[in-house]
């Protein structure tokens, strides 16, 4: 089944209050696609959990995601943001709760929350299987989530590879940012397993609604129920 798009209308109105010191890598290794992809998840969720009331926005950073749930969703809710990284925390773009923590290992108890999701950010993790069984722990309704994969395909593989190596710390450079900044992104995506790797791990701790992958496979984009007979 496919996402939920956004529209232009909600697009505009994101772009139009963005903040100007908006995660610049995000944009760049996703080709200039981050924002959409943000919004799109957070339709995505609400067509499977219509009215939630308590979100947890996991390896939230500066708070991104929560800040595009909040342009796309009206509702009456409250959204807990958790990063291991204080600064982020502190920088962080949206006044909700927050609360220091790895993805890994979160400080909440089973089922405490409606929606449980992130973006760009669990790549990073060693183990990704640990993370989604986190994630699908303290979720009672629904998960969504967007991250760096690898495709299957070599080809495919190899011209990623060059371009987040070669091309992508220097279109960044471009941009006003530092090259050095953008290496580690390359070093992320060749430890990564193939995304068939993370397709086993989501379905067997999530009944998924929602695979896609994005820009060259890159990405990947994934709504479901967690499965709770598998925590």
């Given at each position: 089944?496919?996402?939920?798009?956004?529209?232009?209308?909600?697009?505009r109105e994101?772009?139009?209050?963005?903040?100007?010191?908006?995660?610049?890598?995000?944009?760049?290794?996703?080709?200039?696609?981050d924002v959409?992809?943000?919004?799109?998840?957070?339709?995505?969720?609400?067509?499977?959990?219509?009215?939630?009331?308590?979100?947890?926005?996991?390896?939230?950073?500066?708070?991104?995601?929560?800040?595009?749930?909040?342009?796309?969703?009206?509702?009456?809710?409250?959204?807990?943001?958790?990063?291991?990284?204080?600064?982020?925390?502190?920088?962080?773009?949206?006044?909700?709760?927050?609360?220091?923590?790895?993805?890994?290992?979160?400080?909440?108890?089973?089922?405490?929350?409606?929606?449980?999701?992130?973006?760009?950010?669990?790549?990073?993790?060693?183990?990704?299987?640990?993370?989604?069984?986190?994630?699908?722990?303290?979720?009672?309704?629904?998960?969504?989530?967007?991250?760096?994969?690898?495709?299957?395909?070599?080809?495919?593989?190899?011209?990623?590879?060059?371009?987040?190596?070669?091309?992508?710390?220097?279109?960044?450079?471009?941009?006003?940012?530092?090259?050095?900044?953008?290496?580690?992104?390359?070093?992320?995506?060749?430890?990564?397993?193939?995304?068939?790797?993370?397709?086993?791990?989501?379905?067997?701790?999530?009944?998924?609604?929602?695979y896609e992958?994005?820009?060259?496979?890159?990405?990947?984009?994934?709504?479901?129920?967690?499965?709770?007979?598998?925590?």
């Amino acid at each position: 089944m496919n996402s939920v798009k956004a529209t232009d209308a909600e697009l505009r109105e994101i772009y139009n209050n963005i903040p100007p010191a908006y995660d610049r890598a995000n944009r760049f290794i996703s080709f200039n696609q981050d924002v959409k992809w943000r919004a799109d998840l957070v339709k995505t969720i609400l067509k499977y959990c219509t009215k939630p009331k308590i979100i947890l926005d996991v390896a939230s950073g500066k708070g991104e995601l929560s800040y595009v749930f909040k342009k796309v969703f009206k509702g009456n809710y409250e959204v807990i943001l958790t990063d291991y990284a204080e600064n982020m925390l502190k920088m962080a773009i949206v006044d909700d709760d927050k609360v220091l923590a790895s993805f890994d290992a979160l400080p909440f108890r089973d089922n405490a929350f409606d929606v449980v999701m992130s973006s760009f950010a669990l790549h990073a993790s060693d183990n990704i299987e640990i993370v989604i069984k986190e994630i699908t722990r303290v979720s009672r309704k629904i998960v969504g989530f967007i991250a760096m994969g690898k495709p299957d395909n070599p080809i495919k593989r190899i011209y990623l590879s060059l371009y987040l190596r070669f091309l992508m710390p220097y279109i960044a450079a471009l941009a006003g940012a530092k090259a050095r900044d953008f290496k580690y992104i390359y070093y992320i995506y060749r430890r990564l397993n193939a995304n068939s790797y993370f397709r086993s791990v989501f379905h067997k701790y999530i009944d998924v609604k929602v695979y896609e992958e994005k820009a060259l496979n890159l990405f990947y984009f994934v709504v479901g129920y967690p499965k709770k007979r598998n925590l």
